[in-house]
């Protein structure tokens, strides 16, 4: 099935700085997620989107739903050490049960 | 509140021999499950996917399996392991919010063929 095309594949930045990766598609999405992934460990689900337009906040991070539906990104502010990991992007194409597209992720560094 | 769970967490199998995964989730019921393949640096590759008991599809072509004997219970199965089945093996499960999936994944199974 189509994927994701999210951006940058990974980023190495300073602790305090802020962070913006992103995703895009070709098609209308109705639904984003944004996840952040541990190594060894599964997903877990961060933000939750479901309007175009829509701009939510959890802790230090925001994501927005574009106002196309073919976009959503993800800043995370004032970055820290925990913050690294890999961001996974997921949109629902549509209301059928196996259609949850992903992003290849982005991969966070966070330098002391 | 819901949980997932997954095991083994890690497991090391010769090529040709059997493989069973086992996921299943707490604190709801009648949930969509799915199996997930993480390749090391890649995307989430969906193998299969069950809406309620019995009920399977399979969305690529392989040597595994899936079965859902009962209503939290997912299992993945394959009769001879490939070297190419090595990966990272998560379950998830899906739920309706409002009109909207959210959609949660258990702690994963680190498989290594060998």
């Given at each position: 099935g189509q994927q994701l095309n999210q951006s940058p594949q990974s980023m190495f930045i300073q602790e305090g700085e802020d962070v913006s990766m992103n995703c895009t598609s070709s098609s209308?999405?109705?639904?984003?997620?944004?996840?952040?992934?541990?190594?060894?460990?599964?997903?877990?689900?961060?933000?939750?989107?479901?309007?175009?337009?829509?701009?939510?906040?959890?802790?230090?991070?925001?994501?927005?739903?574009?106002?196309?539906?073919?976009?959503?990104?993800?800043?995370?502010?004032?970055?820290?050490?925990?913050?690294?990991?890999?961001?996974?992007c997921a949109g629902q194409l549509t209301y059928?049960?196996?259609?949850?597209?992903?992003?290849?992720?982005?991969?966070?560094?966070?330098?002391p | 509140s819901q949980t997932i769970h997954q095991w083994p967490a890690t497991l090391v199998q010769p090529?040709?021999?059997?493989?069973?995964?086992?996921?299943?989730?707490?604190?709801?019921?009648?949930?969509?499950?799915?199996?997930?393949?993480?390749?090391?640096?890649?995307?989430?590759?969906l193998l299969f996917y069950s809406v309620g008991i019995g009920q399977i599809s399979s969305e690529v072509p392989q040597n595994l399996s899936a079965?859902?004997?009962?209503?939290?219970?997912?299992?993945?199965?394959?009769?001879?392991?490939?070297?190419?089945d090595s990966g990272f093996y998560l379950c998830?499960?899906?739920?309706?919010a409002g009109r909207s999936y959210e959609q949660y994944f258990g702690p994963g199974t680190r498989l290594t063929v060998t």
């Open positions: 209308i999405f109705n639904t984003w997620l944004w996840y952040k992934q541990d190594p060894g460990e599964g997903p877990v689900l961060l933000i939750a989107l479901y309007k175009a337009g829509e701009l939510t906040s959890n802790g230090r991070l925001t994501a927005q739903f574009g106002i196309t539906r073919k976009d959503s990104f993800l800043n995370i502010s004032a970055s820290i050490p925990s913050d690294v990991g890999i961001y996974f059928n049960n196996n259609d949850m597209r992903f992003g290849a992720g982005t991969r966070l560094t966070v330098k | 090529v040709g021999s059997p493989l069973s995964l086992e996921c299943t989730v707490e604190g709801t019921s009648n949930p969509n499950l799915y199996w997930y393949r993480q390749a090391a640096g890649r995307g989430l590759q079965s859902r004997p009962q209503d939290r219970q997912f299992i993945l199965s394959s009769k001879k392991l490939l070297l190419s998830a499960w899906r739920t309706l």
